[in-house]
């Protein structure tokens, strides 16, 4: 009996070791996507070839101020290149990156108005080892219909649900 009692006094707390471990992993997961996010800015931003309708959703899930979209939008009409313009809207958004961009910005909507951010796409699926913000399978089922990408198309809401991680302390 004695010995039993010496048992449970080195007995791990394993659920607090879980969720350490797991904040632990969304953290590395979160940087490693911020990253590859970083290196791509560019192509993605020379994807977006037009305003709509990307900046209205970037706006309509509070990702960018209503002043920021309106400053956008008049770059826009004062000539600024589109892709220039979303350079420096995605630069602003890398300062307090969160996995629900990546989630906007991959929306069925998005990769269906910008076909040139599939391969961008594609190259999140290959780098990031947990791609549940990422889920489904091909892009092509995502144009298709609505049952595709459930977990990219869910509101504000579900999200941390998906993720687990907080929002605006990504890095």
Known sequence: MAGGGRDLSIR???DSQDINDKTLKEK???RLALRHFRENKV????AITQPFPFLMSLR???LISEQRFENALEACRNLVPV?????NVLSDLEKMFDVFLLETLFSRVNLKAYPNLND???SFRNV???QSYLQGSDEQERLEGPSSQLSLQQGNNNRRELFCLPRG???
Do not use: H, N, Q, S
């Open 12 to 14: 791990v707390d394993t």
């Open 169 to 171: 302390k990504g890095t």
């Open 128 to 130: 990031v080892p947990d």
């Open 60 to 62: 309509d899930r509070d």
């Open 83 to 87: 892709p220039r313009v979303m350079y």
């Open 28 to 30: 590395f997961l979160t």
């Open 120 to 122: 961008i796409f594609r």
């Open 43 to 46: 192509e993605i931003a020379d």
